[in-house]
C-alpha cells in the first residue's frame, strides 16, 4: 500500500468524513454577512476554530479542507494544522483559485489555478497538507454541460491531481454539476455520468494513481428549480447506479459535497446511499453548508458561546458520520 493509499483510506475510514472549511474570503464574507457577523480575519478564526476543536472531530471527521488564509493561522499559540492532525484529522487545502468565465462560452466556467501551482504545494505540503482540493463546476440546461466544458475541466483536474501526487499528497478530485436550474434528475444522471466518466479518460490519460485519489460528486439530485418530486430512495438509488458505472474500482473512496441540500436532506440521502450501497466504495461526506450551517446561525447570535457553537457542529457531524454508515435515525426538523 502506497503513503497516499493510506492516507486517503485515513480520510475514509469507517464512520468519518470530511469538514469543508475551505470557503474562500469572498464566500466567507456571503456566509458571515447573511447571519450579520463581520467578516474580518478574526472572526473567520474564531469560528472556524470552534469547529476544530469540537469533541466529534476525533471519531466524526477524517479531514478538513482549509483555505489559503485559514492554513498559516494560529490558534492558541498552535498553527491550525497542528491543531487539527491533534485530533487525528488529516488537513488538506484548497488549491484552485476559483471557477472563471470559460472562453467561446456565454454561462460556462473552467477552474483556474495552475500556474505556479508546483511551488505552491510545495508550500502547503510544508505547512502540513496532506490532501488537497480543486472543484470544476458544470451547468445543467439543455446545451450544457458542453463538451468543451467537460473537456477542458476535466484535463485541469487531470493536470492538477498530477502534479499534487507528485507533492506527495491526495488529490480530491471534485466535479461539481449544479443543483441550479429546472432540469430532471435523469438530465442530472445523464448529465454527471458523462462529466465523471470524462474526468477518469483524462485522470487516467495523464497517469495520475487512482488510489490514491478521493472523488467528490454531487448527488444525483432533480433541479432545484424543478417541481420533480422524488424519494430518497430514488436518489440514493441514481447515484449509487451513476457511480458503479463511471469511476473505476480502485478508486478507495468518495467524499459527496453538499451542494445546497439542508443539513437533513444531506444526512437522509447519505444514509440512504449508504444502506443500499452494495459497492466497494466508501461512501461518505464532504460536506461544507451541511455540517456547518446551524453551527454559525448559532454561533452568529453571540460569537462567545463557543461551547453551545460546538455542540451543534458535534451533532450534525454525529449525524453525517451515522449516515456514513447507513445506521442514522431520522431526526425532526426543528427549522
Ligand atoms: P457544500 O457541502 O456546501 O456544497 O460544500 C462542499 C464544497 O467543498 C464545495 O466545493
Redesign the pocket.
Known amino acids: 500500500m502506497s503513503e497516499l493509499n493510506k492516507i486517503a483510506l485515513k480520510i475514509v475510514s469507517p464512520g468519518k468524513g470530511i469538514l469543508?472549511a475551505?470557503e474562500s474570503t469572498g464566500t466567507m464574507t456571503k456566509r458571515l454577512e447573511s447571519v450579520n457577523v463581520k467578516s474580518n480575519e478574526e472572526n473567520r478564526l474564531e469560528f472556524r476554530s470552534a469547529l476544530f476543536s469540537s469533541k466529534s472531530m476525533s471519531n466524526c471527521i477524517g479531514g478538513v479542507?482549509l483555505y489559503d488564509e485559514t492554513i498559516k493561522q494560529n490558534y492558541n499559540e498552535k498553527s491550525i494544522p497542528e491543531l487539527i492532525s491533534e485530533t487525528g484529522a488529516v488537513p488538506g487545502i484548497k488549491v484552485d483559485t476559483g471557477a472563471k468565465k470559460l472562453a467561446r462560452s456565454n454561462d460556462e466556467k473552467i477552474t483556474e489555478g495552475l500556474d505556479g501551482l508546483r511551488e505552491r504545494l510545495k508550500n502547503y505540503y510544508d505547512l502540513g497538507a496532506r490532501f488537497t482540493?480543486w472543484?470544476a463546476v458544470y451547468l445543467i440546461s439543455e446545451k450544457y454541460p458542453s463538451k468543451l466544458a467537460i473537456n477542458v475541466n476535466a484535463h485541469a483536474l487531470a493536470r492538477y491531481a498530477s502534479l499534487v501526487q507528485e507533492a506527495g499528497m491526495v488529490p480530491i478530485v471534485?466535479p461539481?454539476v449544479l443543483m441550479d436550474g429546472n432540469h430532471s434528475v435523469q438530465d442530472c444522471f445523464n448529465k454527471t455520468s458523462e462529466v465523471i466518466k470524462k474526468c477518469f479518460d483524462e485522470l487516467i490519460f495523464q497517469k495520475v494513481d487512482l488510489k490514491s485519489i478521493l472523488l467528490?460528486p454531487n448527488m444525483i439530485l432533480p433541479g432545484s428549480k424543478s417541481n420533480q418530486k422524488i424519494t430518497s430512495e430514488e436518489i440514493a438509488e441514481l447515484t449509487i447506479k451513476c457511480l458503479i458505472n463511471s469511476v473505476p474500482g480502485e478508486v478507495p473512496g468518495i467524499t459527496f459535497?453538499?451542494?445546497?441540500q439542508s443539513e437533513l436532506e444531506a444526512t437522509k440521502n447519505l444514509n440512504t446511499i449508504n444502506k443500499h450501497n452494495k459497492s466497494k466504495f466508501v461512501m461518505t461526506y464532504?460536506?461544507?453548508?451541511?455540517l456547518q450551517q446551524s453551527a454559525l446561525k448559532h454561533w452568529s447570535k453571540d460569537i462567545k458561546d463557543i461551547e453551545g457553537t460546538q455542540k451543534i457542529f458535534d451533532h450534525r457531524a454525529n449525524m453525517c458520520s451515522l449516515a456514513s454508515m447507513g445506521k442514522w435515525v431520522e431526526e425532526v426538523d426543528k427549522d
Open positions: 469543508a475551505d479542507i482540493k472543484r471534485e461539481e467528490k459535497l453538499s451542494g445546497g464532504s460536506y461544507g453548508r451541511a
